[in-house]
């Protein structure tokens, strides 16, 4: 069964500054997707950004980017010039790429705080 | 679109009593799946189905009932509720995956359950 670690339960930055959000996941498939989701006091789950594991090119979407490390089975996230509607839980999810195994495996979160 | 909700949003129960939280989609998704969430542990898979009719047991099964009848609805059922089922549930859908893409799963906006 897969696993996915978060090691760090809270994180603070200073508004405008740069942070990053560790994750490491154990598995035996060489084929998967990673995720980082976003989860505000609104409690709604938003998705920030996918890594596909095939492809060695670290993702981006705007001031989120990844540092995807197949073989260290690690796969962070760097959030950019910070802003304080960033302040949410953050979590790492681990998805097979076998059909029919569509299933999210989640990290327990990072609480991010932005101080002003 | 009204994409993935969920009712009721709150709700309180008294140990024993049943009742079902409702989950419906309007993106025609075959893939549909049930979580909790609780304090410290991420996001854990209750059911999930793969289309009408299928219906399989995640990570935390016991104590729900799930039924697929129809593309739109799955509806999750504590058939005598437990004050250990206390938690926040996010009903999720989703295309199935292809060979070559993993579809987004979109999330509900949550109903927290209290059971005294």
């Known amino acids: 069964a897969q696993t996915v670690t978060q090691s760090q339960p809270e994180m603070s930055v200073q508004e405008a500054e740069t942070v990053t959000l560790s994750c490491t996941y154990d598995t035996s498939e060489s084929d998967y997707y990673l995720f980082w989701y976003k989860q505000p006091p609104s409690r709604q789950m938003i998705l920030v950004i996918r890594q596909e594991a095939y492809k060695q090119q670290n993702a981006t979407e705007n001031r989120f980017s990844v540092n995807f490390q197949k073989a260290a089975k690690s796969f962070s996230l760097k959030i950019s010039d910070s802003q304080l509607g960033d302040a949410a839980m953050y979590f790492c999810a681990y998805r097979s790429a076998n059909f029919g195994n569509e299933k999210l495996t989640f990290g327990t979160g990072t609480r991010l705080t932005i101080i002003p | 679109n009204a994409g993935v909700t969920q009712t009721p949003k709150f709700q309180v129960l008294k140990t024993g009593q049943s009742m079902t939280l409702q989950c419906a989609q309007d993106m025609n998704h075959e893939y549909m799946s049930w979580y909790r969430q609780d304090p410290g542990m991420g996001l854990r898979l209750i059911h999930y189905?793969?289309?009408?009719?299928?219906?399989d047991q995640g990570e935390v099964p016991n104590g729900y009932n799930v039924s697929r009848s129809t593309t739109e609805d799955f509806p999750l059922r504590l058939l005598s509720a437990a004050p250990s089922q206390t938690s926040v549930y996010f009903c999720?859908?989703?295309?199935?995956?292809?060979?070559?893409?993993?579809?987004?799963?979109?999330f509900g906006p949550g109903t927290r359950l209290t059971v005294t």
């Open positions: 189905s793969v289309g009408a009719g299928i219906t």
């Open positions: 999720a859908s989703s295309y199935l995956q292809t060979v070559t893409a993993s579809h987004e799963q979109y």
